[in-house]
């Protein structure tokens, strides 16, 4: 799980803004709506889902 983590934290540090569809009404620009969010996480987890390696899949048993 950690290398998910640390492509999520990443992707979010990269991250500038979160923009809405209604880019137009200036004042929401600091808070977008829930739908908006849960919108954006989504895309953020697959592309780090994305970015996980083979090497980085292998479970360590000890």
Do not use: G, Y
Request: proline residues 5%; negative net charge; contains cysteine.
């Amino acid at each position: 799980m950690a290398p998910f983590n640390r492509h999520l934290r990443d992707l979010w540090i990269a991250e500038d803004c979160v923009s809405t569809v209604d880019d137009d009404n200036d004042d929401n620009w600091m808070s977008p709506t829930a739908k908006v969010k849960r919108i954006t996480m989504i895309k953020r987890e697959i592309l780090a889902w994305e970015k996980i390696t083979p090497e980085q899949n292998i479970r360590r048993i000890s």
